[in-house]
């Protein structure tokens, strides 16, 4: 580790600059078309959570998702400042990925050099993972960026403990607080917490140190953090639930690890990964220049997976790729690793050979993520956009009327879940089926009589609105319970795994 910080060199206008043009150009990668995928079920729980009001919010959170919570309480925060919409939803993602990229040069810096640094921190911001959490209405972003935040931490206040142990107490506060954040905005940090312990132990026989004080001063901070957390982790496991949909470890879990978790449905990507990966790991065997970034970053990617994967194994499922979103950074940090290897006259070819070859083989994923359908299929902008169009052509004394059918895979949300997310396009419109709207119960989803009740519910109504998923497929059901009431279906529409029905008087 270096005797001084990055910013204390002759290099020191490069090291200032360099963090904040790769930031930019990891939050325009990240921020640059985020708009445009329709939100999905995951971001619409943080859409309903966040706009209710404290009180509300505050029962919704004894009952389901207090593991968010924190996020939650943030999201709240924000659209109270900027207000909501598709683009401010994901907006907080992308600056986190921006801040990370910044961080990750730093990292790098602090570990090998600014040249390795700032190759990391572009890596960084071209991962598939990264390219979609940027653009992702949830807390995987923020995540990796507390992540980071914590492991700069941790080097400074072990250096400043090797140093003068008087003027590292600051330090371990600040890491300790960090860690205790992050683990707040999402529990499985706290994994990261415990792999800075492997990293501690790693670097000290690295050093060749025998003081035993940067360790018992990591295991203060780091218990003090966990503590903090456990009543979270504690609560939160009583709502296990909601991750009842997370498959068993299985063959399938490889291919998880090795292609979804960091190179998100891009096998190319993951085999440049793993192999820039492997060569570090090599290297760092031998007394090189990246075993000091191998003892902090392998701790990092390792710990989390195999402490998900192993609890997996013993009680009920936790592990997910996008779970462990928060050691993209690390990875990063390791597939840069091999070009430290390299004499000097050799490093700018071969850095720029691994980064044409991550952004040829990232494009068609940012590309992919970048459409109207890119989050678990859900069009619901254009479900939004067609009854935006079709209401614009009736007459302004309209009496509309729209039901709610069943949302595909989401058997406790209904597709009132698109009014929720579009909210402009459904104004005026009336839900003859619902008990009370989200947010003013204890759930994360409204109450509704079932739609069997629809043709008595739907009154003088003129025209009425269908909007259900494909399957299941109900509208066989609704029509006829409908035309029992005296209207017919007029047209409908399909959009994506969403059926459209107009019915007219």
Known sequence: MPAHPFWASR????????????????????????WVPSVWYDEAATVTSATRSWAALGREIQHVDIVHATYYAFMHLWFAAVGYSPFTLRLPSAIAVGVTAALVVVLGVRLISIRVGVVAGVLFALLPRVTWMGAEGRSFAIGALLATAATLLLLTAL?????????????????????????????????MTVGHGVSVVAIRRLQRRSSRGPLLAWAVSAGAAILAVAPLAVLSSAQSAQISWIRHISWHTVSEVLVTQFSYKNTGFAVLLWVLVAIAAAAAVRPTVVRQLVAVAGPWVLVPTLGLIAASMVTHPLYSPRYVAFATPAAALLMAAPTALLPERWFRPAA????????????PSWVAQRTVTAKDDSAWSEVAALIGRQRLAEPSDARDAILYGPVQRHPKATSRIIEETYPAVFAGLRDPLLISPAGAGDSLWETH????????????????WLVTATKPDVRATVTATLQRAGLHEAQQWKIARTWVIRYNR
């Open 159 to 191: 250096e400043r403990t090797n140093t003068s142990s008087r003027r590292a107490w600051p330090w371990w506060i600040a890491y300790a607080a960090v860690s205790f954040i992050g683990g707040a905005v999402f529990l499985y940090l706290v994994l």
């Open 11 to 34: 290099q020191r206008p490069a090291r200032l600059i360099a963090p904040g043009a790769v930031g930019v150009l990891g939050f325009l990668i990240a921020v640059v078309g985020s």
């Open 352 to 363: 720029i050979v691994v980064v044409v070859l991550a952004v040829g083989l990232t494009a």
């Open 449 to 464: 009589r079932p739609l069997s009740d629809a043709g008595s519910a739907v009154g003088e109504a003129s025209t009425v």
